[in-house]
């Protein structure tokens, strides 16, 4: 059974970088697949982040794209996201996810950890 | 931008037949997918490829997509499907993905 955790800093003070990590276990991420992050802040809907190819090959998401960092590390089955200069508006929960490589969907997603930024 | 468009809410009394909607420009030509996502929790895939569903999902959840609209219907429905509903589809000319907002579903 594929699984996802998300894992790094429940606070981060504003401008600065929230990174996270995703560890990936039952499947390793060098055989193939997209990986994503998600988020979502409170009482509001989901936005895609970006995307990951095992290969390293990213998508992001245009209005985040100045800020955002997605990396993958094959030795350790996980992923990673940072995103720069940090305001309250990037309080949300965040999710990962396996993204299937035809349609793109996402199909295993991990149970998010919610981020607040303040100082 | 593609953008999707999902009713804010939609109410259905149990047993019956619920349908959220997702509009888009052509998203007929598109693969749309449904995710579920209960309070607290995280969203899970009830319907991929437009009409495919993964194990373990009911057979209730039953999806169609042509023309500008894409929907998710789901019959005879129960108080446990009350959640928030998303569409999603990845836009090939842009290299996105791109979410609907999210419809409420109550069961009255």
Known sequence: ???????GPGLVKPSETLSLTCAVSGYSISSGYYWGWIRQPPGKGLEWIGSIYHSGSTYYNPSLKSRVTISVDT???????????????????????????????????????????SS | ???????PSVSVAPGKTA??????????????????????????????YDSDRPSGI????????SGNT??????RVEAGDEADYYCQVWDSSSDHQVFGGGTKLTVL
Do not use: M
């Open chain 1, 1 to 7: 059974q594929v699984q996802l955790q998300e894992s």
């Open chain 2, 19 to 48: 349908r959220i909607t997702c509009g888009g420009n052509n998203i007929g030509s598109k693969s749309v997918h449904w995710y579920q996502q209960k309070p607290g929790q995280a969203p899970v895939l009830v319907i991929y």
């Open chain 2, 70 to 75: 894409a929907t998710l219907t789901i019959s």
């Open chain 2, 58 to 65: 009911p057979e209730r959840f039953s999806g169609s997509n």
């Open chain 1, 75 to 117: 030795s350790k089955n996980q992923f990673s996201l940072k995103l720069s200069s940090v305001t309250a508006a990037d309080t949300a929960v965040y999710y990962c996810a396996r993204e299937e490589v035809g349609a793109r969907y996402f199909d295993y997603w991990g149970q998010g950890t919610l981020v607040t930024v």
């Open chain 2, 1 to 7: 931008s593609y953008v999707l468009t999902q009713p």
